[in-house]
């Protein structure tokens, strides 16, 4: 659901937009990153003791990012352009827990798939307008691709927690 609501988020945030969609901006500054967080914990949570120091490192600044984004919901037009926004600690939490993931040797598909959705998102931040490499349609390619790995973590968490253990 985040990875859908991100694609929404991004499609409606411009700049003059009318009031009432303000209000949306605002909700969903806090929504999507709240779900990307679930996510995160989700996947601490499927690989427990596996995730090593890297990984926890990884999960810390995911949570970390989910603080700075609930300050930045808050205060909303007013946050200063020099303060490094959320995201930028979420794909740093993404690329760690992914990079520790597959390097651990086990759930590697997972962890590729952590790891890519990451990798997305770093291309996605630094090809927005105003950014190092500013480049529209790779932007919104990536944002898409971005928002699809959060899609394809979110049914695997879900594949993951509907399965039945064996009976004996």
Do not use: C
């Amino acid at each position: 659901m985040g990875g859908v609501l991100f694609v929404v988020w991004g499609y409606i945030d411009r700049p003059n937009i009318p009031e009432n969609l303000k209000a949306v901006i605002h909700v969903l500054a806090f929504v999507v990153p709240t779900l990307f967080l679930a996510a995160v914990v989700g996947l601490s949570v499927l690989w427990r003791s596996r995730l090593g120091m890297l990984g926890w490192m990884g999960m810390a600044l995911a949570v970390y990012a989910w603080g700075w984004s609930v300050v930045g919901a808050i205060v909303g037009e007013e946050w200063p352009d020099y303060l490094p926004g959320w995201l930028l600690f979420m794909l740093t939490g993404l690329t760690l827990m992914g990079l520790a993931t597959v390097r651990s040797g086990w759930s590697r598909g997972t962890g590729a798939v952590v790891l890519a959705t990451g990798v997305f998102g770093w291309v996605y931040n630094l090809t927005d307008s105003g950014a190092v490499l500013e480049a529209r349609s790779v932007h919104v390619g990536f944002g898409l691709l971005f928002s699809l790995g959060w899609v394809v973590l979110g049914v695997g968490l879900w594949a993951a927690s509907t399965k039945r253990s064996p009976r004996p």
